[in-house]
């Protein structure tokens, strides 16, 4: 089926009420995969007890979080409020780590709004157990902006370490050709220049990210209703530098369920977390998408295509309100 898109979920409490009651999980359970082990659980980042009877008495070698920017529990808050927030579920984190481990945050910052939250954040991390590393951003093809503004073309991602975790420098390569010759040196009386030099004959990912797309409706991977996904060649990227097979890796914000689908591809076990039933639902309704079909996501169709046909009012809902016209295309 194609062309069943789905308005952000977040924003509409008719359309949640419906979904719900095709939703696995209720808060405070856990679903195991019972191929790879993966889990998805339903509760809240902050909640330490949940989230250490999740692990068990396993540590993870990785964690990749992407929190809803400067909001708590999908309320607009102040930025010292959520920096606070943040505190807790970093606790979290840091105490389901292995000695030797990474940590990848997401974060927004709001340039009609004083940066925020993004000061406040890496303020507060300075009290944790984690050492800063990098600041990545991570390029969109598109952007949003005004005609008397910079046009906003970018994503953060604030790196951090505990101890001596791996990094696997030959997982970093993007798929960009080296075409510039340039950056002359000596070597044993002998100029080189750059490519004679180098290892490879793409270019290294540094701490600007342009070969990423940005997702969108027409790309396979898109998840319909889900507001914030991340691109699966970022979080695989992550995952293939920061961990090696069999790793755990932890995301407390499930979401669109990427860090599930990433670890699935490249055989981690995956412990992500949401706090929304929904988005539990969605997270696990992708793995079994991509085992089934082989596909990451549903590109302009959803995960709850079938549930909403079998409804004439939310099919009716949907058209009046959104403009979408559900039917079946075989």
């Known amino acids: 089926m194609i062309n069943f898109p789905l308005p952000r979920l977040d924003r509409d409490d008719k359309l949640r009420n419906y979904l719900l009651k095709f939703c696995r999980l209720k808060n405070g359970e856990v679903w195991q995969d019972p191929k790879r082990k993966h889990k998805v659980g339903c509760f809240n ?12 008495r396993n540590k993870a070698a990785l964690a990749v979080h992407d929190p809803p920017y400067n909001m708590v529990a999908f309320q607009k808050t102040k930025a010292e409020d959520f920096a606070r927030w943040c505190s807790s579920w970093i606790k979290n984190t840091e105490e389901i780590l292995s000695e030797d481990s990474s ?25 944790t157990g984690f050492n800063s590393r990098s600041f990545i951003t991570m390029r969109n093809q598109r952007g949003y902006g005004t005609q008397m503004n910079w046009m906003s073309i970018r994503q953060e991602l604030l790196y951090y370490t505990k101890g001596k975790p791996v990094f696997n420098i030959e997982s970093v390569y993007t798929d960009i050709p080296k075409v510039l010759k340039g950056y002359y040196k000596e070597i044993k009386g002998i100029k080189t220049e750059n490519l004679e030099r180098s290892k490879s004959v ?27 996904q991340k691109p699966l060649k970022a979080i695989e990227r992550i995952i293939n530098v920061s961990s090696c097979p069999n790793d755990r890796v932890v995301d407390f914000f499930a979401h669109a369920g990427t860090t599930l689908i990433a670890c699935e591809r490249l055989k981690r076990k995956c412990l992500t977390v949401d706090i929304d039933p929904i988005y539990c639902e969605i997270a696990i309704r992708r793995l079994e998408n991509l085992r089934e079909s082989g596909n990451t996501g549903w590109q302009n169709s959803n995960p709850f295509a079938e549930e909403i046909l079998e409804s004439r009012s939310i099919k009716n809902y949907l058209k009046k309100n959104y403009n979408i016209i559900y039917k079946r295309n075989y």
């Open 202 to 228: 793409n270019i290294r990912a540094g701490n600007v990210w342009i070969d990423v797309q940005q997702v969108f409706h027409l790309l396979i991977e898109n998840v319909n209703g889900c507001f914030a």
């Open 103 to 127: 940590l990848y945050v997401w974060l927004g910052a709001d340039q009609k709004n004083h940066l925020e939250p993004f000061a406040e954040f890496i303020l507060m991390m300075r009290n």
């Open 45 to 56: 980042a902050e909640d330490s007890v949940s989230i250490k009877n999740l692990m068990g």
